[in-house]
């Protein structure tokens, strides 16, 4: 069974542009959760897709959004991007929400200049 | 105050010794406590999964619960090289919940 797969693996961008990261979740799973990660503040929790509802979301400007497709893939977007949003974006999925049984991907690496 | 502290201090320690790491949290609706490994490079893996308060042990990891304290320890005994990673606790209030996650611990085995 294939696992959690993040596209792409790095980027790096400019200060004011927009980028996409996408998320398949592992077949049949159901929710795709995001979070961000950085060595000052960890992990911090972006927002939750389910069956293509958000269903939960954490305190991010509204720079940040998602979205989730039919076939329970994901992409976040980040617009106007800062030298802050610099960091590991990690998703992750679970079949039916249970974000106590969820499988990470190996994550975005995002270098904004 | 973080809903979850986790001292992210390095810890080093020789191999076969016993790693112990805590987190502290502030949330007293957290009932699901996790720890997870996490590589360098790669994403978190879910190591240990407690419900409420107790003790689970799963070979050479056991983690701990202390609800009255809200205290959650994981303890890793005969410490191996390939223990050499980034340790994270995480906790909610229910299994459909957002984590909350600690900063992490570094732990270096050294042979």
């Known amino acids: 069974k294939a696992g959690v797969t993040q596209t792409p693996r790095y980027l790096i961008k400019t200060r004011g542009q927009q980028v996409t990261l996408s998320c398949s979740p592992i077949?049949?799973?159901?929710?795709v959760s995001w979070y961000q990660q950085t060595p000052g503040q960890g992990l911090q929790f972006l927002f939750e897709y389910f069956s293509e509802t958000q269903r939960n979301k954490g305190n991010f400007p509204g720079r940040f959004s998602g979205r989730q497709f039919s076939n329970s893939r994901s992409e976040m977007n980040v617009s106007t991007l800062e030298l802050g949003d610099s960091a590991l974006y990690l998703c992750?999925?679970?079949?039916?929400?249970?974000?106590?049984?969820?499988?990470f991907g190996q994550g975005t690496r995002l270098t904004v200049v | 105050q973080k809903e979850v502290e986790q001292d992210p201090g390095p810890l080093s320690v020789p191999e076969g010794a016993i790693v112990s790491l805590n987190c502290t949290y502030s949330n007293s609706a957290f009932q699901y406590f996790m720890w997870y490994r996490q590589y360098s490079r790669k994403g978190p893996e879910l190591l240990m999964y407690t419900y409420s308060s107790g003790n689970k042990e799963d070979g050479r990891f056991t983690a701990q619960v202390d609800k009255s304290s809200k205290y959650i320890s994981l303890f890793i005994r005969d410490s191996q090289p390939s223990d050499s990673a980034t340790y994270l606790c995480a906790m909610s209030a229910g299994r459909n919940n957002r984590l909350a996650f600690g900063k992490g611990n570094q732990v270096v085995v050294i042979p």
């Open positions: 077949s049949g799973h159901r929710s």
């Open positions: 992750a999925s679970s079949y039916l929400g249970q974000n106590t049984e969820a499988f």
